[in-house]
């Protein structure tokens, strides 16, 4: 069983791509982020004729998330249970679904913007939310992964130069502990190998040549219970799709898993 996971930046804009990756990967389940799309203009009908179900939660603007699968959907459950929301808005930055063997969700974390700003402390508020969500799923003996865009570098290694980010989000000591909190509910990060360079960043900034330059960050994110992290054969970065004229400023992050479908 193959499942991925891909910040695809605009379904609209990305939709050529994406239907092209998924017939050449192999994919049986991706989850996906910044759908940026109302879920009535989702593209329902081009992955149906390409073999894949949809649940969908999205309102359009910069958000919305998504669950592909050739394998089954199944008790699909659509926004954060105990969201915080944002300036009065619960913002759609999660969905979770069954898929064959397998249970997933697909989140993308609040960006957080700067440190002294209110979008700040609701990524952290966020993060709370999620981790009490996603216990029972983690805590249950079918495999489970939360996977997406969690706008956050694990470690210092997991950003080109720790010091072109002093100051900033994605790696201040909180957004790191709220992983730490999130991997105590029973995850573990599956960390996929790189397929150039000696670092599997999974984002590059579209300014100033960071991608040609491997000026990345490892920001999305695969964590999985045990039972998910035992059934893994191999995962990598497919920075193949990051190259090229109209890409995702992310690239998939792919999991094998050796589990009957």
Sequence with gaps: MRIATWNVNSITA??????????????????LQEAKVAEAQFPFDALREAG???????????????VLSRVGLEDVVKGLPGDPGYEGVQEPRAIS??????????VYVPNGREVDHPHYAYKLQWFEALRAAVEGD??????????????????????????AFEGATHVTPAERAALASLRGAGLSDVVPRPLKYDHPFTYWDYRQLCFPKNRGMRIDLVYGNEPFAKAVTDSYVDREERKGKGASDHAPVVVDLDLDL
Excluded: I, Q
């Excluded at 990305?14 to 989850?31: F, H, I, K, N, Q």
């Excluded at 894949?52 to 998504?66: K, L, Q, S």
């Excluded at 679904?97 to 697909?106: E, F």
């Design 14 to 31: 990305r939709l050529p791509r994406l239907l092209a990756w998924l017939e050449s990967s192999g994919t049986d389940v991706l989850c």
């Design 52 to 66: 894949y179900e949809a649940a969908v939660h999205a309102t359009g603007r910069w958000n919305g998330v998504a």
């Design 97 to 106: 679904a069954t898929c064959g063997p397998a249970r997933v969700w697909s």
């Design 138 to 163: 983690a805590a249950g003996g079918r495999p489970f992964a939360v996977m997406g865009d969690y706008n956050v570098a694990p470690k210092d290694d997991d950003v080109y130069d720790r010091a």
